[in-house]
């Protein structure tokens, strides 16, 4: 490790994905993962269980990252740490430890946007889009339309007005009764089912932002209607039901997504969050990039879903352009984009 290496300790934990990540000069080595079991049998993150976790996989989660990488606490540049948004419990190990650790070797803390994080992560590996591009960013909190001009530089020019889609998709699952997380149940049997099989409403809000509150309001009045009449229902329509509901949710995602590139005019389109890891919506936008002519990006799966190495690629850009915070930060639940 030469002395004028510029060395990262990355730290997630705004959700109940506990992730540390090593970055070298731009350079991505590891990325550590502890995922959180306790909350499947309640159908959902349960915060306060996601902090007492975290505070227990967080000390061996970033030994691991800094044994794999090779590299001692010494050598470190600065420490990086997801400030916001995300569960204030959560956010709060993270943002305590990292404060400490930081201070305890007298070197810089990097506080990232969780969101711009997710809209990083397409330079972690190649290739990785060129400015300006959109960015659909798609999670279980957050829907965002996103203009990238730079590393740094990014506007938001649409959102969720209610409920964000990878909520959406997870509450139509518990409808179905599906386990938590659902979302990924209803894309495996949507393979298996015709889209046009039930009609769901298409909301359509002003401008570029969505609303998803009222497909989930459909499907529960829908399905108490049809169980009423037969209780087997979802049972004998189970795939129909899941390739239905994913294809009206993902025809509302990609309207407002070709408005947008409609209204900014780039060729170059990426989504990222976890949701963008679902079949369907990868299927779909790479369609309609062919007929569009647009050039198409999302990360590898690891960097879907909430991660460190994504937090590890944003302080690489932000250490570079000298953006540093004091010891004495907070974390911010609903940190602005």
């Known amino acids: 490790m030469g002395t004028t290496d510029i060395s990262i300790l990355a730290i997630e934990s705004s959700c109940d994905e506990t992730s540390a990540s090593i970055i070298v000069n731009g350079k991505v080595l590891n990325n550590i993962v502890a995922t959180q079991s306790v909350h499947e049998k309640y159908g959902g993150?349960?915060?306060?269980?996601?902090s007492r976790a975290h505070q227990e996989n967080l000390i061996p989660v970033v030994h691991e990252a800094l044994s794999t990488a090779g590299i001692s606490k010494k050598e470190l540049s600065a420490v990086a740490v997801t400030?916001?948004?995300?569960?204030?419990?959560?956010?709060?190990?993270?943002?305590?430890f990292a404060k400490a650790f930081a201070k305890a070797l007298d070197i810089p803390l990097i506080d990232i946007n969780h969101m711009q994080a997710h809209v990083l992560a397409h330079f972690i590996e190649e290739p990785s889009p060129s400015f300006p591009f959109i960015c659909l960013t798609v999670s279980g909190g957050h829907t965002q339309l996103v203009l990238v001009k730079d590393h740094l530089d990014m506007e938001l020019i649409g959102e969720t007005q209610d409920d964000a889609v990878g909520e959406a998709f997870d509450k139509m699952a518990k409808l179905l009764g599906f386990p938590y997380p659902g979302g990924p149940l209803i894309d495996l049997y949507a393979k298996e089912g015709s889209p046009k099989a039930f009609t769901f409403p298409v909301t359509r809000m002003p401008g570029l932002n969505?609303?998803?509150?009222?497909?989930?309001?459909a499907v529960l009045y829908f399905l108490r209607d049809r169980l009423a009449e037969n209780p087997n229902f979802i049972t004998k329509n189970r795939a129909d039901l899941c390739a239905s509901i994913q294809y009206t949710l993902i025809e509302m995602l990609l309207i407002k997504l070709k408005e947008a590139v409609k209204q900014v005019a780039v060729t170059e389109v990426a989504i990222a969050g976890g949701v963008s890891a679902n079949s369907g919506l990868r299927a779909a936008l790479s369609t309609l990039a062919q007929r569009k002519g647009w050039k198409v990006y999302v990360p590898e799966f690891e960097y879907c879903t909430d991660n460190a190495a994504m937090i590890a690629m944003a302080a690489h850009y932000k250490?570079?352009?000298g953006e540093f915070v004091g010891y004495n930060i907070v974390p911010l639940a609903k940190m602005k984009f």
């Open 45 to 50: 993150v349960v915060p306060e269980l996601a």
């Open 83 to 96: 400030r916001g948004p995300g569960l204030m419990g959560s956010l709060l190990v993270g943002v305590s």
């Open 210 to 217: 969505y609303s998803f509150s009222g497909i989930k309001t």
């Open 319 to 321: 250490y570079l352009s």
